[in-house]
């Protein structure tokens, strides 16, 4: 039985690596627990004391399972991105266990692309993309009609929704009654001018965008998931079959598939692939981020009262968004990935070929454009495709090493924030890096039971970990404010919080990502909610990144990208000087004291005189806890009132100087106005 275990970690040219810590652990017991751990010297070398296995002779030898990690410890506590995991046989007969060398590729231990360390099918990072940075659906939905439109031979869409008009096809498509419109003309606010969006033409729908396509002889493809299991294929993802009858009763070509996933698992990635086969002239990739219900449509200005928003059979409330459209050689990237997918479900003579060649690197980006090396990571679930049994967690690597090379700011806005290994990582990024401050914009009531208060005690729990440290941790909400308005017959001022549905994050100016991928075990490691139930799920995710730092060359889509959010957070101009890179230092306060200063006033201005309005949206975090289950995950609007109560006690527990917000001079929203696209008339009218 070892008292100690012994060994060196190199590189791919066997000189030893230092500075990395091994782990060594007993999961052969009913409680697995770790036994020590050592940080590898100038050769490598690692020498860990561990207790005797004093179980041996009766229940036989244990196995020892090491975890090599990087080198962040947190008061001796190892927090490090794992790079490596094996069991042992502890069966030696000596007192030290001496394990072969571990050998790690230089790749795998540092940089910010993901490696994938043990499995090593990471995509790679691809120079000379244009990208385009979309923030919130107006823009969004905009760009992805306009190239729907632009299409010449095929259109690809992956989406997790995609609502159609309550009575189904008609031939007549001013006679349907709109779910979901894309774009609107200028001046449209359901209260003068036109106020019906029934004709596809000035409105433009996704489901007709398609028709027309396959119509006109392109080749159009959309795939929906659909759970596994029967309380997920019950409550959410059910698939393309209601989108199939719609396309049927048009007698149209367009194919449908319906993805069934594992258990409780979704193809959560959403995605448009315009154009994606060989030698098109400009085929596209759009990561979109919200599903095709009206309700996420929004603005910059997330108006209380917005007339686009239409039926909000969704999310009740304002929402937040991001969307990234992409061309060159990361498109064929995507487009491999819906094929793989598609191609595992679909009829043998639809399946799809590789875009093979890939898109040329681009030399000239296009307004609104800027040219990146960027990398195309996911989240994959077990026994999903081929070769992937345990499937990938490239989207959680992408934020682990993200954070761990952070030194001066992390920016996280993020529709859940649940997952321990992503607290653990910002944990020791504020502990080890002394100059680096760290912002989170989330939501006050996440849509899933349990989350909001998961959410809460993994914030709290940062703030213990990191000690002082926490000082450089701010985490703060959104919320839209409007005055009395006749129309809507409302007296007082209206305020009704935002929610966040995007899932992005900014590193230091070096990094940024885009995509699908929560903070939360669905998208990065494992289901949290219905683990005991129903075992190990996860989703199926796509992230872009995208570098600006060496070896890729210098772009501006990660500083561009940061002024769009934080001018329309912040309700400050993107050229205002306070949002600079040059002129904020780290020694005037930072980027967080900005956003506490911001979210002072806005909270003061509720305070003292809330009819006149701040245009900044944000209010710093409450420090207390929401309700143990989420009401606004309950059905039938009961959820929604509910909610109500959470708004309401946030506010109340937002003060300065021990003053709260007076509620009896607002009118606190916990759902937006609804708006009939077929009528023209406000749910409250």
Known sequence: MSTSVTGRVVNESSAGITGLVVVVRDETVLFPSDLGHATTDGNGTYT?????????????????????????????????????????PDSGTGDTLTVPDISLKAADVTGWPVSLPGLGNALPVQAGNALRPLVDNKLAWQHLADSMRAAQSEINIM?????????????????????????????????SGTTTANDP??????????????????????MLPKCGNIIGGLLFAKGAGKLQDYFTAASSKAKTLTFTTQGSSVIHAKAALIDAVADAASPEAIIIGSPFAQSYYDSSDHAVFEARRGSCSGEPIPVHDVTVGIRGPVVADVQAQFAAHWNLQCQPADKMQPLSPAPAAITTAGDGEYLASAQLVRSVNYDTLPGLPNGEQGVLEAYL???????????????????????????????????????????IDADLPFYPTWQAHLIGRIRDGAGPAASRLGVFTSWSHTGPDTTHHRKEPVVIPNYMHTKTAIVDGKWATVGSGNLDGASLDEFQLLYPLLGKNRNDELNLLVFNDSPDPQT???????????????????????????????????????????????????????STVNPCHVLAF????PLLFNPTALPFGIGAHLAYFDFHHYLTQSKINGTPVDMKNIDLDATTTSFDFHTGKWSDA
């Open 48 to 88: 860990i004391p561990v207790t005797a296995d004093f179980g041996a002779e009766e229940w036989g030898p244990r196995d020892l399972t090491l975890y090599v990690r990087t080198g962040v410890l947190v008061k001796d506590v190892p927090m490090g991105r794992v790079l490596y995991s094996k069991a042992y």
């Open 622 to 625: 409450p420090p207390d806890a």
């Open 159 to 191: 989406q997790l929704e995609f609502d159609l008009p309550s009575g189904g096809y008609n031939a007549d498509a001013t006679q349907e009654s709109p779910e979901i419109v894309l774009a609107f003309p200028d001046g449209f606010d359901g209260n």
């Open 201 to 222: 033409q000035t409105f433009p729908r996704p489901e007709r965008l398609l028709l027309d396509a396959a119509t006109a002889g392109k080749t159009v493809r959309a």
């Open 401 to 443: 090493r993200a954070i761990e090379k952070a030194t001066s700011y992390i920016y996280m806005e993020n529709q859940y924030f649940t997952d321990q290994a992503i607290g653990d990582a910002l944990i020791g990024a504020l502990v080890n890096q002394p100059k680096l401050q760290v912002i989170l914009l989330l939501n």
């Open 556 to 610: 501006d889509f990660v500083d561009q990208l940061r002024l769009s959010l934080w001018s329309e957070h912040l309700g400050l101009a993107t050229d205002d000087p306070q949002l600079s890179a040059a002129t904020l230092s780290a020694g005037d306060g930072g980027w967080l004291k900005l956003w506490t200063d911001q979210a002072t006033a806005k909270l003061q201005g509720l305070i003292s005189d809330p």
